[in-house]
């Protein structure tokens, strides 16, 4: 980062970018090209290879074949290649620079994962193939599933949801199940006011209606409140811990016991695991049902990077409901079990999340991970994301405005009072961090904090790119309390857009660049 380093300590503006200099003649600002579509670029007679003519064919079809052109673009392979090349440019990711999107767990997803995923007896295989044929896959997952069960101090899992909201709906489908076993699936789901949006979600989806409970002065669960909501018709909770104000729910036993008492199960939201991962076992917090995100935790890449995984532990009360497909190991090897008559132990599947198996290619990513860190390494990864967080509490608290008085688990919460008097919003200060070069970090979330700035640097960070950071923020809020307006509102002012109007452009997006793209077209 020290390149990087010296571009923000310098303190020279960027002269340019729009608004100072007539624009160019083609559109294109430097080297940073318009990306027309394909359909912009394409002819329809243009083809990247020269193929031999096509001899006349009999239609068999009686009619159906087709009756004209359908449009599809021709384009040259250096032609796919740039758009295609141009476009991953455009997108900044975990390999560009700083991501402190918090909550979101936005760490380095390393080059070895990468490799183990591509090799090919990982990466060529099909679900459908036969069993003694995938026997090194299989194992993989067993393997993987055992590291996840022992991490978590929980006897099962299912290990098939997609994403982590996935895995909440399968959570949540496995406790319905089990309260069904008893007669009764119950009513209610009670949520704190702090959780991530995926928790209501996904208890509405379940057939649940949302009770939400409200946080305290201290940024936790109101214990008193929490006991009030309770009753025989409370199906479970669903807590996040260490919660999204990145602060550790200190009477998650006694939130256990009085969950517990009115024969409700514990769901944990386990999209902040990467803050305790080798240091507790979440069973032994009384934790009933937990997913964990591999794509946070254990460094599985976001989005397009892959899909993402979203496993789920269960308690033993709850093992028998998880859905199919299991992996088992027999003495004819590893076998997979899919059919619900086929089942081991009388066990009471509620159906499938998924078909096949789940995201293999992530779990050869997510066992990769755990098994280069190993048992120690895992436990370092959770202090060090711990201590970065700090380090930004602690660099930052007379600067902007601490949510609530430290330390803080693996990310630090800021809100909007340090913008007092201003006339800078949290939206206008994430927008100017993005023209000093960072990616804002996840704003007005949590929704019990005002004006939210939540930071998540991960361990992936140094000290040295976490010192530029910190003092970019510092400068900022320095700017902003001085009367610099013009910064923040203008901003952002060197990206290839300024800014949008959010909801017209989700819902009803110019995909196009211009009419028609006259210089590709004559090429
Ligand atoms: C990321 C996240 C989720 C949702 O996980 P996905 O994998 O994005 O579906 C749920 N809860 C919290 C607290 C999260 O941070």
Same mark, same amino acid.
């Given at each position: 980062?020290?390149?990087?380093?010296?571009?923000?300590?310098?303190?020279?503006?960027?002269?340019?970018?729009?608004?100072?200099?007539?624009?160019?003649?083609?559109?294109?600002?430097?080297?940073?090209?318009?990306?027309?579509?394909?359909?912009?670029?394409?002819?329809?007679?243009?083809?990247?290879?020269?193929?031999?003519?096509?001899?006349?064919?009999?239609?068999?079809?009686?009619?159906?074949?087709?009756?004209?052109?359908?449009?599809?673009?021709?384009?040259?392979?250096?032609?796919?290649?740039?758009?295609?090349?141009? %476009?991953?440019?455009?997108?900044?990711?975990?390999?560009?620079?700083?991501?402190?999107?918090?909550?979101?767990?936005?760490?380095?997803?390393?080059?070895?994962?990468?490799?183990?995923?591509?090799?090919?007896?990982?990466?060529?295989?099909?679900?459908?193939?036969?069993?003694?044929?995938?026997?090194?896959?299989?194992?993989?997952? *067993?393997?993987?599933?055992?590291?996840?069960?022992?991490?978590?101090?929980?006897?099962?899992?299912?290990?098939?949801?997609? /994403?982590?909201?996935?895995?909440?709906?399968?959570?949540?489908?496995?406790?319905?199940?089990?309260?069904?076993?008893?007669? *009764?699936?119950?009513?209610?789901? &009670?949520?704190?006011?702090?959780?991530?949006?995926?928790?209501? +979600?996904? /208890?509405?989806?379940?057939?649940?209606?949302?009770?939400?409970?409200?946080?305290?002065?201290?940024?936790?669960?109101?214990?008193?409140?929490?006991?009030?909501? %309770?009753?025989?018709?409370? +199906?479970?909770?669903?807590?996040?811990?260490?919660?999204?104000?990145?602060?550790?729910? =200190?009477?998650?036993?006694?939130?256990?016991?009085?969950?517990?008492?009115?024969?409700?199960?514990?769901?944990?939201?386990?999209? =902040?695991?990467?803050?305790?991962?080798?240091? &507790?076992?979440?069973?032994?917090?009384?934790?009933?049902?937990?997913?964990?995100?591999?794509?946070?935790?254990?460094?599985?890449?976001?989005?397009?990077?892959?899909?993402?995984?979203?496993?789920?532990?269960?308690?033993?009360? %709850?093992?028998?409901?998880?859905?199919?497909?299991?992996?088992?190991?027999?003495?004819?090897?590893?076998?997979?079990?899919?059919?619900?008559?086929?089942?081991?132990?009388?066990?009471?599947?509620?159906?499938?999340?998924?078909?096949?198996?789940?995201?293999?290619?992530?779990?050869?990513?997510?066992?990769?991970?755990?098994?280069?860190?190993?048992?120690?390494?895992?436990?370092?990864?959770?202090?060090?994301?711990?201590?970065?967080?700090?380090?930004?509490?602690?660099?930052?608290?007379?600067?902007?405005?601490? /949510?609530?008085?430290?330390?803080?688990?693996?990310?630090?919460?800021?809100?909007?009072?340090?913008?007092? *008097?201003?006339?800078?919003?949290?939206?206008?200060?994430?927008?100017?961090?993005? *023209?000093?070069?960072?990616?804002?970090?996840?704003?007005?979330?949590?929704?019990?904090?005002?004006?939210?700035?939540?930071?998540?640097?991960?361990?992936?960070?140094?000290?040295?790119?976490?010192?530029?950071?910190?003092?970019?923020?510092?400068?900022?809020?320095?700017?902003?309390?001085?009367?610099?307006?013009?910064?923040?509102?203008?901003?952002?002012?060197?990206?290839?857009?300024?800014?949008?109007?959010?909801?017209?452009?989700?819902?009803?997006?110019?995909?196009?660049?211009?009419?028609?793209?006259?210089?590709?077209?004559?090429?």
């Amino acid at each position: 980062m020290s390149d990087r380093s010296q571009a923000h300590s310098a303190g020279g503006r960027p002269t340019g970018g729009t608004g100072d200099v007539a624009p160019s003649l083609s559109g294109h600002r430097g080297l940073s090209m318009e990306e027309p579509l394909l359909f912009e670029q394409g002819r329809t007679h243009r083809s990247g290879v020269d193929l031999p003519p096509v001899p006349k064919v009999e239609s068999k079809l009686g009619g159906l074949g087709r009756t004209g052109e359908i449009g599809l673009p021709g384009l040259s392979e250096p032609q796919v290649i740039r758009h295609f090349v141009r %476009l991953s440019q455009k997108n900044y990711a975990i390999d560009s620079g700083l991501y402190p999107l918090g909550s979101c767990t936005m760490k380095h997803n390393p080059r070895l994962n990468e490799k183990t995923a591509r090799l090919p007896g990982f990466g060529d295989i099909h679900p459908l193939q036969p069993m003694q044929t995938v026997q090194g896959a299989l194992e993989l997952i *067993d393997s993987l599933a055992d590291w996840l069960k022992k991490l978590t101090g929980l006897p099962a899992i299912a290990m098939s949801p997609a /994403a982590g909201a996935h895995g909440e709906l399968c959570g949540l489908m496995t406790i319905r199940a089990a309260h069904e076993a008893k007669g *009764d699936p119950r009513k209610r789901i &009670v949520v704190p006011d702090s959780a991530h949006g995926t928790n209501p +979600a996904t /208890a509405v989806l379940c057939g649940y209606t949302v009770d939400p409970v409200p946080s305290n002065e201290r940024g936790r669960i109101d214990l008193a409140a929490l006991k009030a909501k %309770l009753g025989p018709d409370v +199906a479970a909770i669903m807590l996040t811990n260490p919660n999204t104000c990145g602060l550790f729910e =200190n009477e998650i036993l006694e939130i256990a016991e009085a969950v517990h008492a009115v024969g409700a199960y514990f769901y944990c939201d386990g999209a =902040n695991f990467n803050a305790i991962v080798g240091k &507790v076992r979440p069973g032994e917090l009384g934790i009933d049902a937990m997913h964990m995100n591999l794509h946070k935790t254990f460094s599985t890449p976001h989005g397009g990077g892959g899909p993402g995984s979203g496993p789920v532990v269960l308690s033993a009360a %709850l093992a028998p409901f998880a859905p199919l497909p299991h992996v088992v190991h027999g003495p004819q090897g590893f076998r997979l079990i899919e059919n619900p008559d086929d089942q081991v132990n009388g066990t009471k599947a509620f159906g499938r999340m998924k078909t096949f198996h789940g995201q293999m290619g992530m779990f050869v990513r997510a066992l990769t991970y755990i098994l280069s860190h190993g048992a120690d390494g895992l436990r370092q990864v959770a202090e060090d994301a711990v201590l970065n967080a700090n380090y930004i509490l602690a660099q930052l608290q007379d600067d902007l405005s601490p /949510a609530f008085p430290g330390p803080c688990m693996h990310e630090v919460l800021f809100d909007d009072r340090f913008l007092k *008097d201003t006339n800078v919003t949290t939206l206008d200060y994430a927008k100017a961090l993005i *023209d000093e070069g960072f990616h804002p970090m996840t704003v007005y979330f949590p929704l019990v904090v005002h004006g939210a700035l939540l930071t998540e640097p991960t361990e992936s960070e140094s000290r040295g790119s976490l010192d530029v950071f910190i003092e970019t923020l510092r400068g900022l809020a320095k700017a902003a309390k001085a009367g610099e307006e013009d910064r923040f509102h203008q901003a952002p002012r060197f990206t290839p857009r300024r800014r949008l109007d959010e909801t017209r452009a989700a819902r009803s997006p110019v995909l196009r660049w211009r009419p028609a793209a006259p210089a590709e077209a004559a090429e």
